[in-house]
């Protein structure tokens, strides 16, 4: 072969193998540029389900940050009922409201309580006089009678018999440390009694002197306005300074229910005196009934009016006291007119007898007619002087 020859298949095969080296590279760059755009697609693929993972998550939380706002919200909500409950409950009445639907809530008002005790009394009795001698002394009967009827009981009056039925209009309540009667057609009560003790003496509180309307008045009671600028005192029935033992029996103490309209000189003159003195035999004997009001003997219309309401001012105010002393029970009774009052407490002792003729009220009916007679009938001031 010639050297032409050789060198021209010499360089067709290196012309051969540059191709097919060529196109392997070639071929091999190939894949591998597709090997590079799977991995992108896988990559991105990755990514984007990652994503959707964390986008899960994150409304996994805002659901149960919503879930737990509206529990929130749903607790506030109920706890805002509650107390609004608790303050209609306790500030408006809400117990009497409820009482009028559920009959268990109702609680038996003083003289509902007073004739319960007269009916197991009048059994109790029925039932011992059976067994009971005719040779028992007055004493011993008295004696007996005292342990039997608390204080409590003889505080609350009743009308007396010959009271007539367009008289009988008082409307009763309990507060706390003290009972009354309500007149609406005087707009003041009629009476005012409580129990002291040598207990409640020792106070706890001053006085507030936040006067306001009595809101457990059916009809509504006199308001603060109605004595503005008339030149009477509201005057106090059951003293504040009697009611120093609790917080909530000196804000009873200021309902307008609690006052009368009295002259500057009677409301800090002898009457002031006389509240004075009743805190001196709280301390003395232990425990007293106190019953005061005003003396109501005539129609409403034929009373000086002041106010809007119409409030009745008084011409004279009675005060009733009870306590045992020596075994047996003492009782004193005053009456002071609507004015300055001259002399000593005493000057204005009367019989209580007197008392309920004028106001038609029955003090200590609970009592066997025997000793309220004695009682009732005569002054004897020596135990309390």
Not at 191 to 214: I, P, Q
Not at 331 to 338: K, Y
Not at 354 to 367: A, G, H, P, S, V
């Amino acid at each position: 072969m010639s050297k032409e020859t050789k060198t021209t298949e010499t360089k067709a095969k290196s012309n051969s193998t540059k191709s097919t080296s060529s196109k392997s590279t070639k071929s091999t760059g190939t894949k591998t540029a597709g090997n590079k755009t799977t991995g992108s697609k896988a990559s991105t693929t990755t990514k984007s389900a990652g994503t959707k993972t964390t986008e899960s998550k994150a409304a996994g939380t805002k659901k149960k940050s919503s879930k737990s706002s509206k529990r929130n919200t749903l607790e506030i909500i109920l706890m805002i009922l509650f107390i609004a409950f608790l303050i209609w409950y306790r500030f408006f009445n809400g117990k009497e409201i409820l009482a009028r639907y559920i009959p268990q809530l109702r609680e038996k008002t003083p003289v509902e309580k007073v004739e319960t005790q007269e009916n197991t009394q009048a059994a109790s009795s029925s039932s011992s006089a059976t067994s009971t001698t005719a040779t028992n002394t007055t004493t011993t009967q008295r004696s007996e009678s005292l342990s039997d009827i608390s204080f409590e009981t003889l505080s609350i009056p009743v009308y007396s018999s010959s009271a007539t039925e367009s008289v009988k209009t008082g409307e009763v309540h309990d507060y706390n440390g003290f009972t009354l009667s309500y007149k609406e057609d005087y707009e003041v009560s009629e009476w005012v009694s409580y129990v002291l003790t040598r207990d409640e003496l020792n106070a706890v509180t001053g006085r507030s002197n936040k006067f306001h309307e009595d809101k457990k008045i059916s009809t509504g009671s006199a308001v603060t306005s109605d004595y503005t600028g008339t030149g009477y005192d509201r005057g106090h029935l059951a003293p504040a300074a009697d009611l120093e033992w609790s917080v909530e029996s000196m804000e009873d103490s200021f309902l307008m229910s609690n006052m009368t309209p009295q002259a500057p000189e009677l409301n800090r003159g002898i009457w002031k005196k006389l509240e004075e003195q009743v805190r001196k035999w709280a301390e003395e004997f232990g425990e007293l009934v106190v019953v005061a009001g005003p003396v109501l003997e005539k129609e409403a219309e034929a009373y000086k009016a002041i106010g809007k309401n119409n409030v009745r001012v008084p011409e004279y105010f009675y005060k009733v006291i009870l306590t045992e002393k020596d075994g047996n029970r003492i009782a004193l009774g005053f009456i002071f007119p609507n004015e300055n009052c001259e002399g000593d407490l005493f000057d204005y002792l009367v019989p209580i007898d007197e008392i309920e003729k004028r106001t038609n009220l029955d003090f200590f009916n609970q009592l066997d007619d025997g000793e309220e007679e004695t009682l009732e009938s005569k002054i004897d001031s020596s135990y309390w002087k």
